[in-house]
């Protein structure tokens, strides 16, 4: 056991781990653009960070107008964000320096995600993290996503541990509320910090409002040990 007791670690994917939004950006602008959405910008791809690939094409459906099923559009996106995936993916420094930190302790961790199984492998095989993060549940193995606790409580469940043991790393409101909904701490570091007041965010434990900038491996696992169970 390490220094942090039965502590479990379970993070999001995108965002948390690694700077995915630009991929999921193109591949929404792609797809959207071949169905008659030519505009879509930054901008609005940031309202559907947090939430699953699932949902987000259903939003679009209604608020575009869009004729294409949902899963005819779920299938357009996943394929061209697995394109990009494999090769376009950035870790951040500080979270592979986290995951390496909590690996070399024995830590058990998880990667809870909104991406589909096939998206969430193809990132953790192209950037390495897979061999320290075994344990993956994707939102398309639940019945719901974030900010449903499912994808959380699942991970709990598959590494064996109580979810009140567990600490959560996200980067979106919606997981932050996630979190806390399935009784887990949270440590929140908002990809977008100018929405660190949105309320999912409220229900964080610690609340890093600058986002990655301020996030650094040893004051994440210090502040794990200093307030562990």
């Given at each position: 056991?390490?220094?942090?007791?039965?502590?479990?670690?379970?993070?999001d994917?995108?965002?948390?781990?690694?700077?995915?939004?630009?991929?999921?950006?193109?591949?929404?602008?792609?797809?959207?653009?071949?169905?008659?959405?030519?505009?879509?910008?930054?901008?609005?791809?940031?309202?559907?960070?947090?939430?699953?690939?699932?949902?987000t094409v259903?939003?679009?459906?209604?608020?575009?107008?869009?004729?294409?099923s949902?899963?005819?559009?779920?299938?357009?996106?996943?394929?061209?964000?697995?394109?990009?995936?494999?090769t376009?993916?950035?870790?951040?420094?500080?979270?592979?320096?986290?995951?390496?930190?909590?690996?070399?302790?024995?830590?058990?961790?998880?990667?809870?995600?909104?991406?589909?199984?096939?998206?969430?492998?193809?990132?953790?095989?192209?950037t390495?993290?897979?061999?320290?993060?075994?344990?993956?549940?994707?939102?398309?193995?639940?019945?719901?996503?974030?900010p449903?606790?499912?994808?959380?409580l699942e991970?709990a469940?598959?590494?064996?541990?109580?979810?009140?043991?567990?600490?959560?790393?996200?980067?979106?409101?919606p997981?932050?509320?996630?979190?806390?909904?399935?009784?887990?701490?949270c440590?929140?570091?908002?990809y977008?910090?100018?929405?660190?007041?949105?309320?999912?965010?409220g229900?964080?434990?610690?609340?890093?409002?600058?986002?990655?900038?301020?996030?650094?491996?040893?004051?994440?696992?210090?502040?794990?040990?200093?307030?562990a169970?």
């Open positions: 056991m390490s220094d942090l007791g039965a502590l479990s670690v379970i993070f994917l995108d965002g948390t781990l690694v700077d995915s939004e630009p991929n999921y950006y193109e591949a929404s602008r792609q797809v959207l653009a071949e169905h008659g959405v030519p505009d879509f910008t930054w901008a609005d791809h940031e309202g559907y960070v947090g939430i699953s690939t699932r949902e259903t939003i679009w459906r209604e608020r575009y107008g869009l004729h294409a949902v899963a005819e559009l779920l299938a357009a996106t996943n394929g061209r964000y697995l394109e990009l995936a494999r376009r993916t950035r870790v951040y420094p500080q979270m592979r320096a986290f995951v390496e930190l909590l690996a070399a302790r024995n830590v058990p961790m998880a990667v809870a995600s909104g991406s589909s199984p096939e998206a969430i492998r193809a990132i953790l095989a192209g390495g993290l897979g061999a320290l993060l075994r344990t993956v549940v994707s939102a398309d193995e639940v019945p719901h996503g974030k449903a606790p499912d994808v959380f991970a469940r598959r590494l064996g541990v109580d979810p009140a043991d567990c600490v959560v790393l996200e980067d979106a409101a997981g932050a509320a996630a979190a806390h909904a399935a009784g887990m701490r440590l929140a570091v908002p977008v910090p100018a929405q660190a007041d949105a309320p999912g965010f229900t964080a434990t610690l609340l890093l409002r600058g986002g990655q900038a301020e996030f650094t491996a040893r004051s994440a696992y210090a502040w794990l040990r200093d307030t169970r």
